[in-house]
Each structure stands twice: as C-alpha cells, then as structure tokens.
C-alpha cells in the first residue's frame, strides 16, 4: 500500500510535467502536481501515524523533503498556487503527525517557513509569505496557551523571538519586489504577535523584554532604509502597541501610568514634526492620564484621603508629567495648525487638565506631608493661587505675542482659568477651608487678581 501511494505520486507529477508542456495545460498540470504531493503526504501520515515505521520527526523530516520537492517545482513553473497547495497542507499535516502542538511541532514549523523563503525570492507571491507567516504564528499562540508546567518556557520565549525575527527578516528581503508593500507590513506585525502575546506563559521579564526588544527593533527598521510611506507607518504605529505591551507588562501597578506619560514626552519632542509620532504620543498620553485618575480620582481630592506612600509618589511624579505632556502637545499642535477654533479648544482642554493636574499634585503633597487635616486643606489653597498664577502666567504670554491675532487663544484660556479659581475659591474653599488657609487663599488670589486687572488695563493704554 504504501508503495503504490508512493509510485501513484510520482506518476501524477511526471504526467503533470508532460502536461505542463502542452497548450492549454497548465491548469490541468498543477492541479495533476498538487493531487501527486498530496498523495506523497497521506504515504507519510501512513508509515508514521498507521503502521508506526517511523517516529515523528522522522516523519516530519520526510515531509518536508516532500513538501521542498513541490515547492521547488512551485518555483520552476512560477505559479504560486502550487505553492500554496503544497505549503498549506504540509502545515495541516504536521499537527497530524506529532498528534500535538508541542515544542517538536513549532521547531518544525519555523524551520520550515525559514527553509521556504528562498522559494519566494524575486517573485511578488503576498499569499505564500502569509502562509509562511500563518506556519509559525499559529502553532506558536496555541503552544502559548496550551503550555504545562513540564514545558520549557525560556525554549518557548526564544522560539517567539525567533518567529518574530524571520518574519521581519523576510519582509526586508522581499519587499522591493512586492507590489503590496501594506499586506507585507502587516503580515510582518502578524509574524511578531508570539512575542506580544509571549506574557500568557513565559516568565514576565523574559516577556518584557522581548516586546521592549520588538518595539526597539520595529523602530529601527522604520528609520534606517528607503521603505514605502506605508510600511513605515504601520511598522511605527506596531512600534508603539509593543513599547505599550512591553510597558504594562514590565511596570504592573502605580509605576505605570508615569512611565507611560514620561514616555509620551519623549515622543511628541523627538517626532513632532511626524503626524504619526504625534498621534503615537497622544495615545500613550492619554492611557498615562487614565491610569493617573484611576489612583488620583475626584473624589481622592475633594475628601481628604490618605494614600499609601507608592500610591501618593506615583501621582506626584504623574501630576508634573501631566502637565509637562499638556504643555509639549498643546504647544506642538498649535504650531502646526491654522484652524484658530480647534486651536482654542485644544488649548481649554489642556489648561483643565493641567488644572485637574497641579490640585492633585498640592493636594497629595499636603496630604502627604501634612495629614488629612491642615495638609489637606494647605494643599488646596495652594491649588487655588496656582490656578490663578497659571491664568496671570497665560496673560503676560498673551502680551508678549507680536502677533495679535494668536493672543486670542492665551486670552481666553487665561479667563476661563481665571473664572474657574474665582468658582474653586468661592464655592468650595470658602466652605472648606478655615483658618489662616482661607485667609491666605482670599488675600493671595485677590492681590493676584488685581495686578492681572492692573496689568491688562495697561496693555489696552498701550
């Protein structure tokens, strides 16, 4: 039986190579080669999984010296659907033959997307790279899930570093021949989801590391080389969900919300002048500013509550980043638009949250230093001369402008903030605080007031 499944193989392919030669044929011809490979495969699965002749990797060896075979006449016929028809099913026959998804099957499975590369070279075949990518993707999330505790976790890691690795490796190699340079990008980011998704079963910081590695290396790739605008823009954009991976996986709890806005610092200064930099930064912003409402709510600001010392560090450090992020975006987007009502919206938003920002740095600071009585209560008047200094400090920006038509903005935000300290002080600190804590308040926030009314009654002289 299993002589003739062989000789019945090769029979289909030396007639399909007859065939080939014929007008008209070559349909008939490849399909002729694809029922012989076929064949050549279900031999295999019989001396290995029926009559149990051969072990597995015996067996996977010999199917891949099949699978090569048709691969190779894939290539000397130049027509990818051979090549699909080989590849595919050796894919669906390895799982069969190992009758698991372990260790031994994603060994195969990535030297065999390896092996197949060459295969593709100088050939613009976007549904074989996707296979050879969906080979070493697939089993690998499924050995991620499927892991026991007798598994080599550290040998499973390298082989998702690995996957990530070839598949890069083999956009690179084929992407000047490719017409479709944003289903290679993307099939690229998809060879790199192991490593991503590496944290379900490898130890943390192996995981950490190896998407911080990911983002660093998808980053470099953008910037070295004469890439399509497209590719770089998603490679750049895969970037920035591994840093955020990396990140939330490496600094679990308090720390993260800081390093995620320090690193959005970062970005927005070293790409502003990149649309895709800036709108990486904002996203990293603004999960940094949730994660910093989450352990500073209101209500942690309008009770006086105590919080552990991590908890009120983090939110120190996040206030200051809060505001320095605020400050970096508004200034970067408003230098590049024109558009004075979106301009001016912007800047609202980013005084609020600045705002919401220095009450919780004053707040927690006097907390912290001072308990929840005189420290609470001490850290919102300082709040509140804060926000009036921050409106003064938008004024004497505003005046400076030789531009008078960008003074609108700095005005306007000035006021708002201006009206929002004169409702704090009102509403809530003449209720709340007591003592020399609302005396100071009225009498700094009124001196303040008057010279900011002294001060624009001036410039309007002038």
Same mark, same amino acid.
């Given at each position: 039986?299993?002589?003739?499944?062989?000789?019945?193989?090769?029979?289909?392919?030396?007639?399909?190579?007859?065939?080939?030669?014929?007008?008209?044929?070559?349909?008939?011809?490849?399909?002729?080669?694809?029922?012989?490979?076929?064949?050549?495969?279900?031999?295999?699965?019989?001396?290995?999984?029926?009559?149990?002749?051969?072990?597995?990797?015996?067996?996977?060896?010999?199917?891949?010296?099949?699978?090569?075979?048709?691969?190779?006449?894939?290539?000397? &016929?130049?027509?990818?659907?051979?090549?699909?028809?080989?590849?595919?099913?050796?894919?669906?026959?390895?799982?069969?033959?190992?009758?698991?998804?372990?260790?031994?099957?994603?060994?195969?499975?990535?030297?065999?997307?390896?092996? %197949?590369?060459?295969?593709?070279?100088?050939?613009?075949?976007?549904?074989?790279?996707?296979?050879?990518?969906?080979?070493?993707?697939?089993?690998?999330?499924?050995?991620?899930?499927?892991?026991?505790?007798?598994?080599?976790?550290?040998?499973?890691?390298?082989?998702?570093?690995?996957?990530?690795?070839?598949?890069?490796?083999?956009?690179?190699?084929?992407?000047?021949?490719?017409?479709?340079?944003?289903?290679?990008?993307?099939?690229?980011?998809?060879?790199?989801?192991?490593?991503?998704? $590496?944290?379900?079963?490898?130890?943390?910081?192996?995981?950490?590391?190896?998407?911080?590695?990911?983002?660093?290396?998808?980053?470099?790739?953008?910037?070295?080389? =004469?890439?399509?605008?497209?590719?770089?823009?998603? &490679?750049?954009?895969?970037?920035?969900?591994?840093?955020?991976?990396?990140?939330?996986?490496?600094?679990?709890?308090?720390?993260?919300?800081?390093?995620?806005?320090?690193? $959005?610092?970062?970005?927005?200064?070293?790409?502003?002048?990149?649309?895709?930099?800036?709108?990486?930064?904002?996203?990293?912003?603004?999960?940094?500013?949730?994660?910093?409402?989450?352990?500073?709510?209101?209500?942690?600001?309008?009770?006086?509550?105590?919080?552990?010392?991590?908890?009120?560090?983090?939110?120190?450090?996040?206030?200051?980043?809060?505001?320095?992020?605020?400050?970096?975006?508004?200034?970067?987007?408003?230098?590049?638009?024109? =558009?004075?009502?979106?301009?001016?919206?912007?800047?609202?938003?980013?005084?609020?949250?600045?705002?919401?920002?220095?009450?919780?740095?004053?707040?927690?600071?006097?907390?912290?230093?001072?308990?929840?009585?005189?420290?609470?209560?001490?850290?919102?008047?300082?709040?509140?001369?804060?926000? %009036?200094?921050?409106?003064?400090?938008?004024?004497?920006?505003?005046?400076?402008?030789?531009?008078?038509?960008?003074?609108?903005?700095?005005?306007?935000?000035?006021?708002?903030?201006?009206?929002?300290?004169?409702?704090?002080?009102?509403?809530?600190?003449?209720?709340?605080?007591?003592?020399?804590?609302?005396?100071?308040?009225?009498?700094?926030?009124?001196?303040?007031?008057?010279?900011?009314?002294?001060?624009?009654?001036?410039?309007?002289?002038?």
């Amino acid at each position: 039986r299993v002589a003739g499944g062989g000789a019945l193989a090769v029979a289909l392919v030396a007639v399909a190579a007859r065939l080939l030669g014929r007008p008209g044929g070559r349909i008939g011809a490849i399909a002729l080669a694809a029922t012989g490979i076929a064949t050549a495969y279900l031999d295999v699965i019989a001396v290995v999984t029926v009559y149990k002749w051969l072990s597995a990797p015996v067996g996977l060896v010999l199917a891949a010296v099949v699978g090569g075979a048709g691969l190779t006449l894939a290539r000397r &016929w130049d027509s990818e659907h051979l090549a699909l028809l080989v590849l595919v099913p050796l894919i669906g026959l390895a799982p069969v033959i190992t009758q698991s998804v372990d260790l031994l099957l994603v060994s195969f499975m990535l030297a065999l997307s390896a092996a %197949t590369l060459p295969v593709q070279l100088g050939k613009d075949w976007v549904w074989m790279h996707s296979a050879r990518v969906a080979a070493t993707t697939l089993p690998l999330l499924v050995a991620l899930v499927a892991v026991s505790r007798h598994d080599n976790t550290w040998l499973l890691g390298g082989m998702c570093a690995v996957a990530a690795l070839s598949a890069i490796a083999g956009c690179l190699i084929l992407l000047p021949t490719a017409k479709n340079a944003a289903a290679l990008a993307l099939l690229t980011c998809a060879g790199t989801v192991p490593v991503l998704a $590496s944290a379900i079963a490898v130890d943390r910081m192996l995981a950490a590391t190896m998407a911080a590695a990911l983002a660093i290396g998808m980053l470099v790739v953008t910037l070295l080389g =004469n890439h399509p605008l497209i590719a770089t823009r998603i &490679w750049s954009v895969w970037s920035a969900i591994s840093a955020l991976i990396a990140l939330t996986v490496a600094f679990a709890g308090y720390v993260e919300g800081p390093v995620l806005l320090a690193l $959005s610092l970062v970005v927005a200064i070293a790409g502003r002048q990149d649309a895709v930099a800036r709108w990486i930064a904002a996203a990293f912003g603004v999960i940094g500013i949730l994660l910093f409402y989450s352990y500073a709510p209101l209500s942690a600001l309008v009770r006086a509550t105590a919080m552990p010392t991590s908890v009120a560090t983090s939110t120190l450090a996040a206030s200051l980043l809060v505001v320095a992020f605020a400050v970096v975006m508004t200034r970067t987007y408003v230098a590049i638009q024109q =558009n004075s009502d979106s301009g001016g919206l912007l800047i609202a938003a980013a005084a609020a949250l600045i705002a919401y920002a220095v009450t919780a740095f004053t707040v927690t600071a006097g907390v912290l230093l001072g308990g929840t009585g005189g420290g609470f209560l001490a850290g919102h008047m300082a709040a509140t001369i804060c926000w %009036t200094g921050g409106a003064a400090a938008l004024f004497v920006y505003a005046l400076r402008l030789d531009d008078r038509d960008r003074r609108t903005e700095p005005i306007t935000a000035g006021l708002a903030l201006t009206g929002a300290a004169t409702a704090k002080l009102f509403l809530f600190d003449l209720a709340t605080l007591d003592g020399i804590f609302r005396v100071a308040a009225f009498i700094i926030v009124g001196l303040v007031l008057l010279s900011m009314g002294a001060g624009y009654a001036r410039s309007l002289a002038r």
